[in-house]
């Protein structure tokens, strides 16, 4: 009984993620799309962020359900999707936030209410074929870390 309540908040955390995302576009978009955007030619740049559901990151002391970080490596586009994504980003569900991400980058991808992304590595193309970024999305468990992460990073042309 204890597992199914902890299961049935889990889900209901996540609504608010998912009601967010229907009609009117997902307010990751704008900062993500401006990231990617940015990155100039003959140029690449990445952000990971990072969850942590029920530990903390490995190497940490203190005993948390959950922890986050984003690294930007001081780019300021990616720092804004990276403040994005430490407010509103799931932490439990970490591929809800994979599959955002690939649906701000190729809006007609959509994903059903119930697929559950586990991991994979995503090739999307943004801009024009004369001007954009070729963008790799990878959600994946990180052995050294800890926790799930999510990297996207945008190459130039």
């Known amino acids: 009984m204890k597992r ?6 889990s889900l ?6 998912a009601a967010s995302t229907k009609g009117g576009g ?12 940015s990155v100039s030619p003959h140029e690449k740049r990445e952000l ?15 005993e948390v359900m959950s922890a986050i970080r984003c ?10 999707v990276c403040a994005y994504l ?12 994979a599959e955002r991400a690939i ?3 190729s809006p007609r991808t959509k994903f059903a209410p119930l697929v559950d992304l586990r991991s994979g590595d995503f090739s999307l193309q943004y801009g024009t074929t004369s001007r954009g970024s ?5 959600l994946y468990e990180d052995a050294e870390v800890g926790g799930m992460a999510l990297s996207i990073s945008a190459d130039g042309y």
């Open 4 to 9: 199914f309540l902890v299961f049935l908040l």
């Open 12 to 17: 209901l955390s996540a609504v608010p993620v």
């Open 26 to 37: 997902d307010p990751l978009c704008a900062p993500l799309r401006k990231f990617v955007a």
């Open 48 to 62: 990971i962020f990072r969850t942590s559901w029920g530990d903390n990151f490995k190497g940490e002391t203190e």
């Open 71 to 80: 690294e930007h490596n001081g780019y300021e586009p990616a720092q804004a």
């Open 86 to 97: 430490m407010k509103n980003a799931s932490i439990e569900f970490a591929g809800i936030n």
């Open 103 to 105: 649906s701000c980058i």
């Open 134 to 138: 070729l963008v790799e999305v990878k």
